[in-house]
C-alpha cells in the first residue's frame, strides 16, 4: 500500500513514517521542511506545498493523510489569515483531490480544541463544538470539509488529538508535558497557568499507534474519533513531571501556580476508537516523562528555536516565500 502523509517530516509524522515503513508501507511525503527533515532515506520526498500538487499527483496513492499546517495556538494567533488558508483551506483542498484521483482513505489530523471551554463533563464525538479562536475554528473547519467528502468509495478519518508529548527526531518543547520537563530540568522550576483546566494527553507513541490503526481500518470505517492517552489537570501534569524527575533523577522542582484564565478546557471519552478503531492507549503523563528522560540527550539545547513552533514560524514568515502563504497576504 502507498500512503502520502502532507506535513510528514514534522513532530508526528517523523514517528509515525518510521512505524508505517516498518509495517511494510510506501510511504511518500510532501512537505515546505519549516523544520527540517529527520526522516529515513526511503520516504520519498515532494519538497512542495500542498496547493501546488494536482488530482494527477495523487492517482497512485492508496490513502492520503494530512499533518500539515498551523500546529498550535500561538502560530494561529501570529497570523490568524495564514491559519485559515494552510489549516482549513489546505486540508479540503487535499482531500478534494485525493477523491477525485480514486484514493481510498483520507485521515485528517484534528484536535480535540474543537471544544473549546466545557464544563467539567467527558465529551465524547456526538457533543457541540464551540471554539471561538483561530486554531480551534480551522481545525474544525478542516475536519468538516474533509467529511462531507466522504462516500462508498472513499472513507474520511478525523482523529481528534489531545495534546501530544513525548519525544520525536523533529522535537517540539512547546507541547505542554514536553515543556514542563524542559524548565523543570532546565530551570528546576514548572510554571502553572491554572491548575485546575483539563487536558486529553496523547503519548506520541499512542498518538502514532492511533494512526496506523486508522490506516489498516475496514474500508468501510470512516468518522470522527477521540484520542487521548488520559485525561489529567495541568496542576496534576505538573505533580506528576515533578515527582517523576524526582524519582528518576533526584531533581529537586519548585512549582509556580497562578490562576490565569483559558480559553479551553476539556476532557474527552474515547470509547469510540477502542470499540471502532481498537485503539487502546498505554501511555501515560509517567510514561511520557520516562520517554523523554530517556531521550533527553538528543534535545538538550532547550533554547533552540527549531523546537518552537512560534519562533520558527516567525522567522520563516519573514525570511521565506512559502507558496500558500502568499495567497492570504
Ligand atoms: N502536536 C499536537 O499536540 C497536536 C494535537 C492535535 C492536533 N494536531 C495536528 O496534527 C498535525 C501534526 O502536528 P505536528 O505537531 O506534527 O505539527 P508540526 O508543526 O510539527 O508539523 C507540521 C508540518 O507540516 C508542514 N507543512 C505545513 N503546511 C504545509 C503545506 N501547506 N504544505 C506542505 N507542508 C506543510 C510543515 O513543514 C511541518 O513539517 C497538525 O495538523 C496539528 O494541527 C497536533
Known amino acids: 500500500m502507498k500512503l502520502l502523509v502532507a506535513g510528514g517530516a514534522g513532530y508526528l509524522g517523523s514517528v509515525l513514517i518510521p512505524r508505517l515503513l516498518d509495517r511494510g508501507y510506501e510511504v511518500d511525503v510532501v512537505e515546505l521542511f519549516w523544520f527540517g527533515n529527520s526522516l529515513p532515506d526511503q520516504v520519498g520526498i ?3 506545498d500542498i496547493f501546488s500538487l494536482t488530482v494527477e499527483d495523487l492517482r497512485h496513492y492508496d490513502q492520503v493523510i494530512f499533518l500539515a499546517g498551523l500546529s498550535n495556538d500561538p502560530m494561529a494567533e501570529y497570523s490568524p489569515s495564514k491559519n485559515f488558508v494552510l489549516n482549513a483551506a489546505a486540508p479540503a483542498y487535499l482531500g478534494y483531490i485525493a477523491k477525485n484521483a480514486g484514493v481510498k482513505r483520507y485521515i485528517y489530523a484534528s484536535s480535540c480544541s474543537v471544544y473549546g471551554y466545557t464544563e467539567n463533563e467527558l465529551y465524547d464525538e456526538t457533543r457541540h463544538v464551540s471554539s471561538s479562536y483561530p486554531y480551534g475554528i480551522s481545525k474544525l473547519q478542516g475536519e468538516q470539509a474533509a467529511l462531507q467528502l466522504m462516500g462508498d468509495n472513499f472513507s474520511v478519518i478525523s482523529l481528534r488529538k489531545g495534546t501530544i508529548s513525548g519525544y520525536s527526531p523533529r522535537m517540539r518543547l512547546d507541547l ?70 524526582d524519582e528518576q533523577l533526584a531533581l529537586r522542582i519548585q512549582l509556580n501556580i497562578k490562576h490565569i484564565q483559558d480559553f479551553r478546557n476539556y476532557k474527552v471519552s474515547t470509547e469510540k476508537a477502542a470499540n471502532v478503531l481498537s485503539f487502546h492507549p498505554t501511555g501515560s503523563v509517567k510514561s511520557i516523562v520516562d520517554n523523554l528522560i530517556e531521550n533527553s540527550h538528543n534535545f538538550r539545547d532547550w533554547d533552540n528555536p527549531l523546537y518552537s513552533n512560534i519562533l520558527t514560524f516567525r522567522e520563516l514568515d519573514n525570511k521565506v516565500e512559502i507558496p500558500s502563504m502568499a495567497v492570504a497576504q
Do not use: C
Request: cysteine-free; hydrophobic content about 45%.
Open 46 to 48: 515532494l519538497n512542495k
Open 176 to 245: 505542554i508535558v514536553n515543556t514542563m520537563f524542559k524548565t523543570a530540568v532546565r530551570d528546576g522550576l514548572i510554571t502553572v497557568n491554572n491548575p485546575s483546566i483539563w487536558r486529553p494527553i496523547l503519548s506520541i507513541d499512542d498518538a502514532a499507534t492511533a494512526y496506523v490503526r486508522a490506516v489498516e481500518a475496514n474500508a468501510k470505517i470512516s468518522g470522527v474519533f477521540n484520542l487521548a492517552s488520559g485525561n489529567y489537570t495541568v496542576g496534576e501534569v505538573a505533580d506528576i513531571v515533578r515527582n517523576r524527575l
